[in-house]
């Protein structure tokens, strides 16, 4: 990498609890707040596996618990605890939280289509827009380069970050790397203005 940059592995939780529209999820600061099924605790195992035996300088998670339950077991084999990135959590969702995007999305509801169509959140109401998002994660992940010169960084975030780190990176349209798996990896090299993407939705360790 060139000299003073940073790499950010960025690993998507494992898999959370089922939505349904009789139980919706917990809230933290108006987020769902999920924990993780039986899947999604046997990937965040599968990620120790893989990564456990390799050098990382840091390990963050956000405030939502299925990135903190997908880190422990990483957390546990490097040696790290977990630090806290609140710019990296998921899109606001506004009056869809709780697990009523995840359904709504099932359903086939015209908004969520009109969401993907148009590719623009703020379609749905309450929805945190395109550009709040994008700014939000920007500067988490400047600030993160800015405390890690030179180093490699683990951060356990989410599918939407995950999608606009990429955008940001490549200039593409803004859902164009939504849908990483459950578990999957994928990497950044930040270096100053310039964002490098180096692999996107890698799941060997979950192939099995």
Same mark, same amino acid.
């Not at 596996?49 to 990135?67: C, I, K, N, S």
């Not at 990135?85 to 086939?108: K, M, N, S, V, Y």
């Given at each position: 990498? @060139?000299?003073?940059?940073?790499?950010?592995?960025?690993?998507? /939780?494992?898999?959370? =609890?089922?939505?349904?529209?009789?139980?919706?999820? @917990?809230? !933290?600061?108006?987020?769902?707040?999920?924990?993780?099924?039986?899947?999604?605790?046997?990937?965040?195992?599968?990620?120790?596996? =893989?990564?456990?035996? *390799? /050098?990382?300088? %840091?390990?963050? !998670?956000?405030?939502?618990?299925?990135?903190?339950?997908? &880190?422990?077991?990483?957390?546990?084999?490097?040696?790290?605890?977990?630090?806290?990135?609140?710019?990296?959590?998921?899109? +606001?969702?506004?009056?869809?939280?709780?697990?009523?995007?995840?359904?709504?999305?099932? *359903?086939?509801? @015209?908004? %969520?289509?009109?969401?993907?169509?148009? *590719?623009?959140?703020?379609?749905?109401?309450?929805?945190?827009?395109?550009?709040?998002?994008?700014?939000?994660?920007? %500067?988490? #992940?400047?600030?993160?380069?800015?405390? /890690?010169?030179?180093?490699?960084? &683990? !951060?356990?975030? +989410? &599918?939407?970050?995950?999608? *606009?780190?990429?955008?940001?990176?490549?200039?593409?349209? @803004?859902?164009?790397?939504?849908?990483?798996?459950?578990?999957?990896?994928?990497? #950044?090299? #930040? /270096?100053?203005?310039?964002?490098?993407?180096?692999?996107?939705?890698?799941? &060997?360790?979950?192939?099995?």
């Amino acid at each position: 990498m @060139p000299e003073g940059a940073t790499e950010l592995v960025l690993i998507r /939780h494992g898999e959370s =609890r089922a939505a349904r529209e009789d139980s919706p999820f @917990p809230l !933290v600061d108006g987020h769902a707040d999920p924990e993780l099924a039986e899947e999604g605790q046997l990937q965040a195992k599968r990620i120790a596996d =893989r990564f456990g035996g *390799q /050098h990382f300088d %840091a390990l963050y !998670v956000t405030p939502l618990r299925r990135t903190a339950e997908t &880190a422990a077991p990483l957390a546990q084999r490097l040696g790290l605890t977990p630090r806290l990135r609140p710019e990296l959590r998921e899109i +606001h969702l506004g009056d869809w939280e709780g697990g009523l995007f995840r359904i709504r999305t099932a *359903q086939g509801h @015209p908004l %969520a289509v009109r969401c993907r169509a148009e *590719q623009r959140w703020e379609v749905i109401p309450g929805a945190e827009s395109n550009d709040a998002f994008a700014a939000r994660v920007r %500067a988490g #992940v400047e600030r993160l380069a800015a405390d /890690h010169p030179g180093e490699r960084v &683990a !951060v356990v975030t +989410h &599918a939407g970050v995950i999608a *606009q780190v990429f955008a940001l990176a490549s200039g593409s349209t @803004p859902f164009a790397f939504l849908g990483a798996d459950n578990g999957s990896v994928s990497q #950044v090299v #930040v /270096h100053g203005p310039q964002w490098t993407p180096r692999r996107f939705n890698d799941v &060997a360790h979950l192939e099995d």
